[in-house]
């Protein structure tokens, strides 16, 4: 079943079994056995939500971490309606969340331990990829999203290359203590097509079965979504709420191509943005931007402007970081030893993407997608829980039985 969940179909699953451990089994057999043994994941954990939510709580057996993250996300997968027969019947986009928690190390700090921005977000081909990335892995552009770099225009979107500053020249400066690292065996993955309502009591769940709680510092980091906020209000309070830096630096990075005449004042503005959110100036930069809105005057078109349009770009970078920016005080979340990028989660949706997303791969709703995550959520987090349920089912062959009596008396 781990097969099943790691490769990129169950076909696939198919061929490598016969090909490794020579033993045949069909793809469509393997697709239900996935599942039927997702269903039970998904079962044993709306059991344990329940068991939560309603106060029939055991206590966490394991240790309180030093430091926890909470990052939560959505994705998006491609459904069709059950029980029509061979074939793909009304096919939708829809969105699966996911929430990443780790338990981590590191310390405190008096002064922000990393005052300048990463050379990863100073390296123009290194940010062009991520931005294209991000949009690529949400699914296509929605009427209230930013717009996708491939919309806009700007020359030939040349890329400047990789340069090194000054700083990077000079004498290497000691590594700094920060970002947090991860402990071993940190992490463990929810994933549902629910909506957020259910998800958070999931998540909040899972939170407390690690004894999170326990912590003494931890963050909730999210890409600003409304609803995750909610979440945090209702469920999360205990933690820290983090607006995830990559979204900002998407945003800054959509309006700086939109209003640059050429590629060097592109970067140039996109930097000077970056560096300010990044040290924690979130109100001088929305500033700038209201300014350069008054600049281009009101819209002229006798139609309703399009996403790509500047002074829509503006509003809509403006918006994010007025509705944020009290989850955006970077430099202070870094003195207390927290992770400012839900890069986590991020990867987590990659790898989740890489088994349920591809060309002509299409899942039932709800019931086929529900399951096949919650096998690779099995099989992506660190506590080995998908051996422990096989081992554990009705009729494995190395399942341990208690004896029971014969029932005759002496």
């Known amino acids: 079943m781990g097969t099943a969940a790691e490769v990129k179909s169950h076909r696939v699953a198919a061929k490598v079994l016969q090909l490794v451990g020579e033993l045949s089994i069909s793809g469509r057999h393997i697709n239900r056995l996935s599942e039927e043994i997702g269903t039970e994941l998904a079962t044993q954990r709306d059991q344990a939500t329940e068991d939560y939510v309603h106060h029939r709580r055991q206590p966490p057996t394991a ?105 990077e020249t000079a004498a290497p400066a000691a590594k700094p203590a920060w970002p947090p690292k991860r402990v071993a065996a940190s992490r463990t993955c929810v994933a549902t097509m629910q909506a957020s309502a259910a998800f958070g009591k999931m998540v909040a769940a899972e939170a407390y079965r690690r004894h999170f709680r326990g912590a003494q510092r931890g963050a909730l980091l999210g890409d600003g979504g409304p609803w995750i906020w909610k979440l945090h209000a209702q469920w999360f309070s205990w933690l820290t709420a983090v607006a995830d830096f990559v979204h900002p630096l998407t945003y800054l990075y959509v309006t700086a191509t939109v209003l640059a005449s050429s590629v060097p004042e592109r970067w140039q503005t996109y930097v000077a943005w970056l560096t300010q959110c990044w040290q924690g100036h979130v109100p001088e930069v929305i500033a700038e931007l209201e300014t350069r809105l008054e600049q281009l005057g009101p819209y002229l078109g006798t139609s309703p402007a399009p996403p790509t349009e500047p002074r829509e770009v503006l509003r809509g970078t403006i918006g994010y970081l007025q509705n944020n920016q009290e989850r955006m005080n970077y430099a202070e979340y870094r003195k207390q030893g927290l992770p400012v990028t839900s890069s986590a989660v991020e990867s987590l949706i990659k790898e989740f993407n890489y088994r349920v997303k591809g060309t002509e791969k299409f899942w039932d709703n709800p019931e086929g997608a529900e399951a096949i995550l919650q096998v690779r959520a099995a099989v992506l987090s660190d506590d080995n829980r998908l051996a422990k349920h096989i081992a554990a089912r009705p009729g494995n062959a190395c399942r341990r039985h208690t004896k029971r009596g014969t029932g005759k008396t002496r």
């Open 63 to 167: 240790p309180a971490p030093e430091l926890v993250s909470i990052s939560l996300d959505g994705g998006r997968i491609m459904t069709r309606t059950p029980g029509h027969g061979v074939g793909v019947h009304e096919q939708h986009w829809k969105e699966d969340k996911v929430a990443c928690l780790l338990a981590l190390k590191g310390g405190t700090f008096a002064a922000d331990p990393h005052p300048e921005p990463p050379k990863c977000f100073l390296d123009a081909p290194t940010v062009d990829k991520l931005v294209r990335d991000i949009q690529a892995h949400h699914g296509p552009r929605q009427e209230n999203e930013l717009p996708q770099l491939a919309e806009l225009r700007l020359g030939k979107e040349a890329v400047p290359g990789p340069c090194e500053s000054a700083a």
